[in-house]
């Protein structure tokens, strides 16, 4: 119920605002399965008690702002071992940069390549951004969030801040997650995306 009753909220607040109904809807629908696909115990995310004890995903409100055009460097680095909350150590590498100009400061993030991920269908152009910004443990996920990206054809690229999520970590402890590194910490708040999970620390 806290759920619906916070996309309802998203959606109204949106339309006040006067952003594009046909955005809105989009991203209300990529909302709406990602909370699907969390509480869908056979896609193996939360087990059967985590989603029974599951509040429900928090969201900034949608805000236009943090849609950017940014410009895409390629510049692949040499695979190594990414730190993760865990043990484990997947191997990326570094692929390129995104430059960007946010409330008039230009910004730069990073983007890796996961060595194991571009061997399989679908995922040959699968790129990532791992970034912390000034909202981790306030609002936002203290681990950081994400961002998809895929490998370019041109420049300039959009970044949309309102589609970061957070990783697993954030629903259940036993996850393994990829660390933001420090070069991707970003020095202001990004007030778009996903926020702390309801009922969750921060």
Not at 104 to 110: N, P, Y
Not at 127 to 137: C, E, K, S, V
Request: charged share 25%.
């Amino acid at each position: 119920m806290k759920f619906i009753i916070i996309l309802l909220s998203v959606l109204l607040i949106s339309n006040f605002l006067g952003f594009s109904q046909s955005y809105v809807e989009e991203l209300r629908s990529k909302r709406v399965l990602h909370m699907a696909e969390l509480l869908d115990t056979s896609k193996h995310i939360l087990t059967a008690d985590e989603a029974a004890h599951f509040k429900g995903v928090a969201y900034f409100e949608i805000d236009t702002s943090y849609i950017l055009n940014a410009h895409f460097k390629l510049d692949k680095g040499k695979w190594f071992e990414m730190p993760t909350t865990t043990a484990r150590k997947p191997i990326y590498r570094r692929y390129g940069f995104v430059e960007f100009e946010l409330n008039g400061i230009q910004h730069k993030l990073t983007v890796y390549q996961n060595k194991a991920l571009r061997k399989k269908p679908g995922l040959e152009d699968y790129l990532f951004i791992p970034f912390n910004d000034l909202t981790n443990g306030k609002e936002s996920y203290g681990g950081g969030r994400y961002l998809d990206f895929r490998i370019p054809l041109n420049s300039p690229v959009k970044l949309d801040f309102n589609l970061a999520y957070n990783p697993y970590c954030a629903y259940a402890d036993r996850y393994s997650c990829p660390i933001p590194p420090l070069e991707n910490k970003l020095l202001i708040e990004i007030r778009a995306g996903e926020k702390v999970p309801v009922g969750k620390n921060k």
